[in-house]
């Protein structure tokens, strides 16, 4: 698994893109510069706790959110982890489950 800078590097971009926001429009809700933005982005640095709030706040997530990065593991550790959700599942739980996927791959 990739370093903790690179990972919180990830889901930083993956927040941004997903807010649609470019780099240098986060910068400016946080205040930061963008290049700043992007050195976080690429892992190459870290931030202060100030800053996360700020990221909290411009994502509209807790903080710990940031931090979230059970969704990019490798995909073995995520089939792993999926399946271990679905075990517990009735059988109407599963029927929506299996529709959404479908759904989705349509998508694509």
Not at 8 to 13: D, H, Q, S, V
């Amino acid at each position: 698994m990739p370093s903790g800078n690179i990972m919180f590097g990830r889901r930083m971009k993956e927040l941004r893109i997903a807010n649609h926001l470019t780099q240098e429009q986060l910068a400016e809700k946080v205040g930061l510069e963008y290049q700043t933005i992007s050195r976080i982005e690429t892992g190459y640095y870290f931030t202060n706790y100030d800053n996360l709030e700020k990221f909290s706040k411009a994502f509209g997530v807790p903080i710990s959110e940031l931090f979230n990065y059970d969704h990019m593991t490798n995909k073995t550790h995520l089939k792993e982890k999926i399946n271990k959700e679905i075990e517990n599942m009735n059988l109407a739980e599963l029927q929506y489950i299996y529709k959404s996927i479908m759904n989705l791959k349509e998508y694509k």
